[in-house]
């Protein structure tokens, strides 16, 4: 009878090994799975993002905008030569600041506030009344940091999917939340006829930079009235 004890005890033990074994087996592969899942939508995200600087880059430098800006500047030229020099200074700062800042990860949001400014003289010249820009950032808020050129990118969608004339002005407004979000805001005039299918390229670029810092993706949300985009915006880092 002790043998027989003794033998059910030490296959009791072994049973118990061996549960615990496949257990760990089981809990190691699917670690490695993940890990190995992980690994894979980080890479993923890494070839977006650089996907993503190079469409922006392509998008933002495209012959379109230099083309007009170019035709704003010669309207300028021989009638108001003091405004033409003006707007050569602010174009400049324009295109330096997309082809320096395009690889960074961040920059601040008075950096990039700075350079909205510009952007924006290079629309006005254009468009003159039928646009207006409102920015509602108080000092404080200037240190937060957003991924560069996002600015310029829903700045860049509202001039492409809405009417800009005199008497029906395309208002944007840029300003910053109790919450810590910055928001951009244009009211919605859909260009009549020939309709604009939006690729939402931009918008997407802009998510992607966010999952890689990993941040929450912007909100997007607009009515008959407005189209508002809202941006977590990330605390400096302290040296």
Known sequence: ???IRFHSGRIALINVAANLVS???DESTYSMKKWRENRLEKEQLEKINIQ??????KNQVNPHFLFNSLNSLSSLIDDEPEKAEQFVDEMAKVYRYLLQTNEDVLTTLDTELGFIQSYYHLLKTRYGAGIQLTVDVPAQDRDYQIPPLTLQMLVENAVKHNVIHADKPLQIDIETTETGQLLVRNNRQRRAGGRITSNKVGLSNIAAKYR???QTDPIVSSDDAHFTVSLPLLKPVRV
């Open 1 to 3: 009878m002790r043998i």
């Open 52 to 57: 993503s600087q190079l469409e922006s880059l």
């Open 23 to 25: 257990v760990g087996i």
């Open 212 to 214: 890689l810092l990993a």
